[in-house]
């Protein structure tokens, strides 16, 4: 077997990533160290010379990490040490690969190099691995990757692991999201130990008895379902069995969004139901009352009526400016949000309305809103933890409209990770006079319109936000801000500036650095720079902050900053010509000692924004050498970069985007990269062609989506002008064809051009009226389709039923070769060049179904899309891509499969896939599975229906949401994406 590893090495190593093909060595190592020991330590000592020349030290970092467990096995005694030195110069390599990483590198670089040796050390060397953690520059990082250490030491054996050491590091996460989710993990791996015969040792009771302290209500309802289950059948521990009843009834109860507590309470019914039958009835019974009681009792009928109320909200805008609308019309917008079973969802509603009258001055209906609904919905969800702390945070521009004063006293009283969200929400609501929740995509120079009172309440804020780079960033569009322009030359007086100027240099001297982030003085440095740009100081000043520049240690660090100060220089001075070039070129030589491409790829990144204030040709350069680094740098995460890059090249020539798009060369192992930034450059011309209004032809409409989220982005910060409403209709068409989260952005961006070209005109009653109750109209539909009764839907269920009766089959256990034959016909006679497979509990038995694919269409393409949460519940080895190759050459066939992709992909927390069911999907047919594969006909009854061909493009669409990865979260949590090739 090993030998028939090695003959495919060459493959491997070719199509990467170079982590894999070295891991693969040393577990060849492992398993050689059984019967052949001497051929062990051969490719352990190869496979470190090989690791030693990679160029690259985040990936030679990431791959030493993975010596010590495996000399661990090799030679457990150290034998080799005097003849090899093996053991000395892994520990060397891997300590000077870290500090220089630690010392180099910015704090992206630094989490994404750190993150792989975190993971690999936590069980053979965690005390390293805890210091390392410990040791990053920014505390969210440092909570991420304590996080990723709790996550990776929960693999070790269940003998070893060590509880004590798990608590020490989840004490010193600060979020308390991140620190819930670890005891989460924690609490999952205890109840999956226990299952399997494993004893409660006392170092885990305390993660039992901490269950309370968990902020989010649904972590919580999960966690006490774990923690209830693992201490069935225990009498010593029935006080705290009850205890844990108690809180996960009194979570559940506060629960406030009415879909969310329904979906929760199934999910805490099904979780009870093997250990405690009775109290799961207990739970299904309140869960089907309660859903009977909503009318929105689902997420998507729910998310569906916000979103056309959101709609409504934004057209009722546009009646403001000119008086056109009654308080009849505020009226109806008041019975619609009241029927939300939310007061939370009820909350961020009444804060759109707020944010839309305090823009068109009317501060007192603001005051009335906030005093009459906002602030009572608040009062009833306090105490309820995260749900609390959000709905604070979303709605904290609205407070801040409606009284200044109080609105900072709500803020202050959150927990530290909220406060510098709402306090970051209010500064950027007072610059870009837009509210969080829009998309705004402001100009290259960054320069808001702002009053000196408006500048004066930004001091304020920055008094009060903790996290360096906020506060800096903020600090440089006050800088941007407060110069005279042409049209504005006169807009602030020099009393005035010299105000900001000092209140600026308190609030740096104060504020900057903070040693819970950057510990250096970088942003206290460009701060100053900002403040002498404002004053115009002379050369003396500038010299010293240059020489200040230059003394810090971090290569990327000091490279930011000597770049920065040199696009700061003032331009009138003589000598700023040759400064500026000097200060470039030594920015270029400290980006050059970065040692990790991912870095030096975000480092050219910085260098493009910022000369392109005074060098536009250079800034160019530095774009081509930002995505040629990212390209090299072969990180899975390296997208969000070059779509960043690719945005940039756009503004400056649409050729140049397409120049570096096709940068990305024919390898295969690139073939994810290329089409993902295709696609993106796609759609920015889409987004061209919507602004002039020109027809967009055979334009994905997804696409269309995204395109028109982006002309919303323009419109907001007023970057682009609004087309006529006539050329909008096709884009209105396009919407009415496809699922609502994706024609909300492009109606979106409708609503608000119609807005943005009549709301100030004699003509906002013609036009926009109509808008208004059109969008009204459609919020009432979308209540009336979500509050039919169930029994309706039944009747339906039970209709289609009977007319697709002649395109399904009921399997019964025994008649596995009828369901297969049922399949390979349908696949004869339906299978085009691809086969979407959505399958949330996929395991690697099921890839059986892939000898199918090869005996009736073997070129057919296969995307198979399940949840992460099912490979952790199923224990599927680590790494899963070579659990699943693998198990197809050693169970299923000799052959290779079909070009086959898995899509796996859930929530961070639990892991979800928000789809639950199983479709096979070809062009124009599918196939709904009533079970996996693997166990049609062996255990139980099921059953296998074909689509409609309207269906199946209805579901394909659904499923290319997260095969295109177009969906980022899921119910307000990230998704997390993984992608394995066959």
């Not at 001055?361 to 609904?373: E, G, K």
């Not at 006529?724 to 961006?749: C, F, G, H, N």
């Not at 006679?829 to 690697?844: H, T």
Request: net charge negative.
């Amino acid at each position: 077997m090993v030998g028939r590893f090695d003959s495919q090495s060459a493959a491997v190593e070719k199509l990467g990533p170079t982590e894999d093909f070295v891991r693969l060595q040393l577990l060849l190592a492992e398993a050689e160290t059984r019967y052949d020991p001497e051929a062990a330590v051969n490719r352990v000592i190869g496979t470190f010379l090989y690791v030693d020349h990679l160029e690259d030290l985040d990936i030679k970092v990431s791959c030493l990490a993975r010596f010590p467990g495996t000399l661990s096995l090799v030679d457990p005694e150290m034998a080799l040490e005097p003849r090899d030195k093996i053991h000395s110069w892994v520990k060397a390599n891997l300590e000077s690969g870290i500090k220089t990483i630690l010392d180099a590198t910015a704090q992206h670089g630094e989490g994404e190099a750190v993150r792989q040796v975190v993971a690999a050390l936590a069980q053979t060397k965690p005390g390293m691995a805890l210091d390392l953690a410990l040791a990053l520059n920014t505390e969210p990082r440092r909570d991420s990757a304590l996080h990723n250490l709790v996550e990776s030491a929960l693999l070790a054996p269940q003998d070893k692991l060590d509880f004590e050491f798990l608590q020490t590091a989840i004490e010193k996460i600060a979020n308390p999201l991140v620190r819930d989710d670890a005891r989460l993990n924690v609490v999952e791996q205890l109840r999956d130990s226990m299952r399997n015969g494993a004893d409660l040792q006392k170092a885990a009771l305390p993660f039992l008895t901490q269950l309370n302290e968990i902020v989010s209500l649904g972590e919580r309802c999960r966690a006490c379902c774990l923690a209830y289950d693992l201490l069935d059948g225990r009498d010593d521990h029935e006080g705290l069995r009850s205890e844990i009843l108690i809180q996960l009834h009194k979570a559940w109860e506060a629960i406030d969004v009415g879909w969310t507590k329904v979906h929760i309470g199934y999910k805490v019914a099904s979780e009870l139901a093997p250990s405690s039958p009775n109290e799961a009835q207990v739970y299904l019974t309140e869960t089907d009352r309660l859903r009977d009681e909503l009318h929105l009792n689902d997420g998507a009928a729910a998310t569906t009526y916000i979103a056309c109320l959101s709609l409504a909200i934004r057209a009722y805008s546009g009646l403001l400016p000119k008086n056109s609308d009654s308080s009849e019309d505020l009226d109806r917008l008041r019975e619609l949000i009241e029927r939300i079973p939310s007061n939370t969802a009820r909350a961020k509603l009444w804060a759109e309305v707020v944010v839309k009258l305090w823009l068109n001055d009317r501060v007192h209906d603001c005051s009335q809103i906030a005093s009459r609904h906002i602030r009572p919905l608040l009062q009833e969800i306090e105490g309820t933890g995260a749900q609390h702390h959000d709905t604070v945070g979303a709605v904290s521009v609205a407070l801040y409209c409606a009284h200044k004063s109080t609105a900072l006293e709500e803020i202050s009283r959150l927990p530290q990770t909220y406060r510098d969200d709402a306090y970051e929400a209010v500064a950027q609501f007072i610059l870009g006079k837009q509210p969080p929740s829009e998309p705004y995509h402001a100009l290259w120079d960054n320069n808001c319109e702002v009053s000196y009172e408006e500048v004066v309440d930004l001091c304020e804020l920055l008094e009060l936000i903790d996290e360096d780079a906020r506060i800096y960033d903020i600090i440089a569009v006050i800088a941007n801000s407060i110069r005279p322009t042409r049209r504005q030359r006169d807009r602030f007086s020099q009393q005035q500036i010299s105000d900001i100027a000092d209140r600026l240099s308190r609030i740096i001297d104060n504020r900057l650095p903070n040693p819970r982030f950057i510990k250096h003085d970088g942003f206290n440095i460009l701060a100053r720079a900002q403040v002498a740009r404002i004053n115009r100081t002379g050369s003396r000043e500038w010299d010293t902050l240059i020489a200040q520049g230059r003394c810090i240690a971090n290569a990327a660090d000091r490279a930011y900053v000597l770049c920065e100060i040199a696009s700061l220089l003032p331009s009138k001075d003589q000598s700023t010509g040759e400064k500026r070039s000097q200060l470039v070129q030594e920015a270029c030589s400290s980006a050059e000692q970065i040692p990790t491409r991912y870095d030096k790829s975000m480092r050219y990144e910085a260098f493009a924004d910022i000369v392109k204030r005074f060098d536009p040709g250079m800034s160019k350069g530095f774009l081509k050498k930002a995505m040629e680094a990212a390209i090299e740098s072969g990180r899975p995460n390296v997208f969000p970069i070059q779509r960043r890059i690719i945005d940039f090249a756009y503004r400056f020539d649409p050729d140049l985007a397409s120049q570096f798009a096709s940068m990305v060369d024919d390898d295969p192992a690139r073939e994810t990269m290329r089409r993902d930034l295709n696609r993106h450059l796609e759609v920015l011309k889409l987004k061209s062609k919507m602004a002039e209004g020109a027809d967009t032809g055979a334009e994905s409409r997804l696409n269309h989506a995204r395109a028109a989220w982006m002309l919303l982005g323009a419109l907001n910060a007023s970057r682009l002008e609004p087309v006529r409403p006539e050329q909008t209709r096709e884009y209105v068409t396009i919407a009415s064809k496809l699922p609502l989260r994706d024609s909300y952005p492009i109606m979106s961006w409708v609503v608000e051009n119609a807005i943005r070209r009549y709301a100030k005109t004699d003509q906002a009653t013609t036009f926009l009226r109509p808008l208004f109750e059109a969008t009204l109209l459609g919020t009432q539909l979308a209540w009336r389709m979500a509050a039919r009764t169930q029994s309706r839907l039944e009747r339906l269920r039970n209709w289609e039923r009977t007319q697709s009766d002649y395109a399904s089959l009921v399997v019964r256990p025994g008649e596995r070769d009828k369901a297969i034959q049922f399949v390979k016909n349908w696949l004869a006679s339906e299978l085009g060049d691809y086969l979407k497979i959505c399958d949330p509990y996929l395991e690697p038995p099921d890839l059986e179904l892939l000898r199918l694919i090869l005996s009736v269409r073997p070129s057919t393409r296969v995307c198979i899309l399940t949840s992460k949460q099912h490979q952790k519940q199923a224990k599927v080895a680590e790494p899963i891509e070579d659990t699943y190759r693998t198990y197809w050459r050693q169970y299923i066939s000799d052959q290779e499969p079909p070009e086959t992709e898995i899509a796996v992909v859930g929530t961070k927390s639990d892991g979800v896939l928000p789809i639950h069911d199983r479709w096979w999907l070809t062009r124009g047919s599918g196939i709904r599975m009533g079970t996996s594969f693997n166990s049609l006909g062996v255990t139980r009854e099921s059953e296998l229906s074909i689509m409609s061909a309207e269906e199946a493009r209805e579901r394909q669409i659904e499923m290319d949401r997260y095969l295109e990865r177009v969906e980022r979260e899921h119910r307000g949590e990230r998704l997390e994406y993984r992608f394995i090739s066959l």
